[in-house]
């Protein structure tokens, strides 16, 4: 499996900016899949996550009611639609596939991050 992020960029706080994860390789119909955040001296954390049918999804606390995880299975792509951004959101995104019992961790494969950077 192997991901690549896009859509990242700078934009004012309140804005909005969506994220892509495109996935290619064998079985995307069959995996979870994430994304995780990076800021500066911080450590990694979890963002939100989609299970492989698209019916369950789970967001971290942070950023529950402001970003949308979906899936398109015919794109192989997972998307995430960020809103209300504040500049404590800036971070580097990455997203990350897996076959999970627990959608904020243990993921396998991860792509490269893309910068989100909120300006205030």
Not at 96 to 109: F, I
Request: aromatic content about 10%; proline content about 2%; overall charge positive.
């Amino acid at each position: 499996v192997q991901l690549q992020a896009s859509g990242g960029g700078l934009v004012q706080a309140g804005g909005s900016l969506i994220l892509s994860c495109a996935a290619s390789g064998r079985a995307f119909g069959t995996y979870s899949m994430a994304w995780f955040r990076q800021s500066p001296g911080k450590e990694r954390e979890f963002v939100a996550a989609i299970d492989w049918s698209g019916a369950t999804t789970d967001y971290a606390d942070s950023v529950k009611g402001r970003f949308t995880i979906s899936r398109d299975t015919a794109k192989h792509t997972v998307n995430l639609q960020m809103s209300s951004l504040q500049p404590e959101d800036t971070a580097i995104y990455s997203c990350a596939a897996g076959w999970v019992t627990n959608l904020r961790n243990k993921y396998k494969y991860w792509g490269q991050g893309t910068l989100v950077t909120v300006s205030s």
